[in-house]
């Protein structure tokens, strides 16, 4: 099965997230689509574990030419990605080879469902295509959940986990008014803290929590965020915290390694590791117990969560992210069919809908604008130095969809 | 506004979970269907913050008598204990004091919803009454996420934190596939392990995670675990485990302990901190690193999670966990209104369904039976060192409501 287009390949790459499935099977049923209309190509691959699966030394190909639209669309609805992903960042070297795959295998498409790692990555496959006279379109479908993509105001996962983490709130602000004390949640973001601010999005009374929002674009001062904790605390007998992982001092030191003297090891991209551990919010906890004015006699009561990975892979996904994923990969397909340009990376960015109300427009722009560069949450997010603004629950609120009802005696 | 029964008294205690509220509501619907019939009280009472609402020095009552079932009916689907928790394990002295404030409120019936400190306290409570001839109903509402309480089935509360457990190991499982490496959750389960027992329910494929469950049911050998750990590592290159906040080893010293030497803060209760902490889960997998065979020159990939929390105020409760809860509440009004005897404790026990499904039994029982002793996991739900059997998850399964399904590639 092959014809004049060549064949196409698709990848998921990063940590997963509850919709990058979606992304998935809106390639596969868009170049199914474009096939209908006379203009589709042969063999559409599967490579598993992203680009390691189309190393010729690790090669994993699937086919997913004729995978039945019932087990799509149940694939479609999984959380994690489907295909395997990778926490590869390939150099030129590498690139190469998987180059070399793409030209044995005839593809002449190249979509990549990732963050700006895996825009980077088209873009070096790109060019050495480009380079090398080699008839290839790549393709970046974005995907991440700390929604740290320039160009885009949001990006496909993030609704979804932010819709986690406001739940996981929301169910901990009515926990600690029933058992109250200092509560620390570890919420994930390195660099950005568009995912912890959505620790706020539920927030319905005046002593609501949390009481305090802290994210890696304000420096963490841990003097100052003590008085923080002790005047919420002074006030309400409680004090619930949400937190970055990423958050880091004044001078760019990790709160984690600043606490702890660890975080030296690092992950496959040279970055501290931050997820997986629960180090931070108990060394935190540990610190502002130490720095509290005792309560009867002792430090108050202070615990600490880390949400942990199921920001990303919890199932119950944002129906509003569910569409976009899908949709903003079918807008891939549609521009690397269309030609005109041989490469590039999708947006999603904010339209006017009908009564003012909430609407996306999808669009393309070079992959070098995303490519390994990093978004961070606007200032007119930001309240102070520990809470977001209206205007960021506003702007999050259309994208997580319908959330449960509280009530209260 | 009062007669002849007097009033009644409710409040919730220890951990909250999603569906305490309904047991809540339940008691209250109870007492005011009771009224309808001609038997009712006079001021249904709600007791802040358990017990504690109820000593002279710190009393906080609301009345509940008039609250609007639209508004209850809210309340009912609301996470957490809307009357505020208690931690307080009441002695002699203390219960004194409790026992003045319900004569002087005039009140004839205590239901006391929670574990089983909550029991002993309608126990203590209901002699001190019956001793001084005061005319007193104390009746405990079981809760507990746990399912540690004797004579039960399972509790209110356990179905809707399997249900989160369950659904957070599926979603892990799948994360765990498509970035390999070795991940531990550890879950809440101080001496039950039912509740971690509950991450292997979503099992469906041979290679389906968790692929090691470590209850406290079962000594932890730390040795014999990175030897279980190493197999399934080697077998699949990857390995998803459970392990209880409570596991210990052969001698009973918590691991938390064994691998720390923390675990010194005791609770109210005199028991050592287990939750609200991710020293456990990271102990383990510094350990687990430390002993496993390198891979390509360093440890495997080893991070671990600690549920949290969340476990018990996820708002998504079992639908059918949110019946039983409310349904146990209305029957202990009814016994307490049906008279005959003075006290006891409300049980869940397994009927035969129609066609052999799923039913339970509401019951009564002496609150010495279930009053400060904990429930164990029977030897036929545990398979091998690591593992929970069928028969555990085929009891499980009819709890805990329609779950997401999956599709794979």
Redesign the interface.
Same mark, same amino acid.
């Given at each position: 099965m092959s014809n004049s287009n060549g064949n196409a390949i698709v990848a998921?790459s990063g940590? $997963?997230s509850a919709v990058i499935?979606q992304s998935l099977v809106g390639v596969i049923e868009g170049l199914r689509a474009a096939s209908l209309n006379g203009g589709g190509v042969g063999t559409i691959f @599967?490579a598993r574990?992203g680009v390691r699966g189309m190393l010729p030394e690790s090669e994993r190909l699937?086919d997913?030419t004729g995978?039945p639209a019932q087990?799509?669309?149940?694939?479609?609805?999984?959380?994690?990605?489907? /295909?395997?992903?990778?926490?590869d960042k390939p150099d030129a070297a590498y690139c190469e080879k998987v180059l070399a795959t793409l030209r044995r295998r005839l593809v002449r498409y190249f979509f990549y469902i990732g963050g700006n790692d895996s825009s980077d990555t088209c873009r070096i496959v790109s060019e050495m295509a480009a380079g090398s006279g080699y008839d290839l379109r790549c393709f970046h479908v974005p995907k991440t959940i700390d929604n740290d993509l320039m160009m885009n105001d949001h990006t496909p996962g993030y609704a979804s986990a932010a819709r986690f983490v406001a739940?996981?709130f929301? @169910?901990?602000n009515? *926990?600690n008014?029933?058992?109250p004390g200092i509560?620390i949640n570890v919420v994930m973001g390195r660099h950005a803290g568009f995912l912890t601010g959505a620790s706020a999005l539920m927030k319905q009374r005046e002593d609501d929590g949390p009481h305090l929002v802290y994210v890696p674009e304000v420096a963490f001062d841990l003097e100052r965020v003590a008085g923080e904790v002790e005047a919420v605390y002074r006030r309400l007998g409680r004090c619930l915290i949400a937190v970055s992982e990423g958050v880091q001092r004044a001078d760019g030191t990790p709160l984690l390694r600043a606490l702890t003297g660890a975080g030296k090891e690092k992950d496959a991209h040279g970055n501290v590791r931050l997820? @997986?551990?629960?180090?931070l919010? *108990?060394a935190l906890?540990e610190e502002l117990s130490r720095r509290l004015t005792p309560v009867g006699g002792g430090a108050p009561r202070t615990?600490? *969560?880390?949400?942990? &990975?199921?920001q990303? &892979?919890? $199932?119950?996904a944002s129906p509003v992210d569910r569409a976009e994923a899908r949709a903003s990969a079918r807008f891939a397909v549609e521009a690397a069919m269309k030609g005109g340009v041989r490469s590039g990376s999708i947006t999603i960015t904010r339209a006017t809908g009908v009564g003012g109300g909430y609407a996306v427009e999808y669009g393309l722009v070079d992959l070098a604008l995303v490519a390994g560069k990093t978004r961070h949450m606007p200032p007119e997010f930001l309240e102070g130095t520990s809470g977001v603004t209206p205007a960021f629950t506003q702007w999050l609120r259309p994208m997580v969809g319908e959330m $449960?009802?509280? @009530?209260? /005696?």
């Open positions: 998921q940590g $997963p499935n @599967g574990h699937v997913l995978v087990t799509l669309e149940l694939v479609a609805g999984t959380p994690s990605a489907a /295909l395997g992903s990778s926490r739940t996981a929301m @169910g901990d009515l *926990d008014r029933a058992l509560k997820s @997986g551990t629960g180090a919010g *108990d906890a615990r600490a *969560d880390t949400l942990g &990975y199921a990303r &892979y919890w $199932p119950d $449960p009802r509280v @009530g209260w /005696l």
